[in-house]
């Protein structure tokens, strides 16, 4: 027969065994740890975790159905943006030490040069 767990052993074996405390724990536990570490800044935003969080809320009778239709459009429109912008930004330019002037680059001319033990050839075209 199946027996229940008690506080104290779940405690214990939460201690006991590593990585078990991810397992057992809630996907809504695990959204709300990641949406406030994505709102002080810690890590991204997830759009996954904001929408565990809106289910959670629609099952609950938190908020109706079409309101977590609409916020879940809203946010992942706005999610969808901040990525796209991520990726058009360039690279800040990189700050040169004081006293360092830019090099200049050398000019590239026109013609190509002979390599150092080569002269050109001194045929004549006939016509």
Known sequence: MARELGGSQISALLEAVPGIRSVLRSPVADALVHM?????????????????????????????????????LEVSATARGKRAGKRRQVAPARKRPAGKAKKKAPKKSAAKKQPAGKKPSKRVKKR
């Open 36 to 72: 406030i570490r994505a709102g002080a800044g810690l890590e991204d935003f997830r759009l996954d975790q904001a929408q565990e969080l809106v289910q959670y809320s629609v099952r609950r009778g938190l908020i109706s159905a079409d309101e977590g239709d609409e916020l879940m």
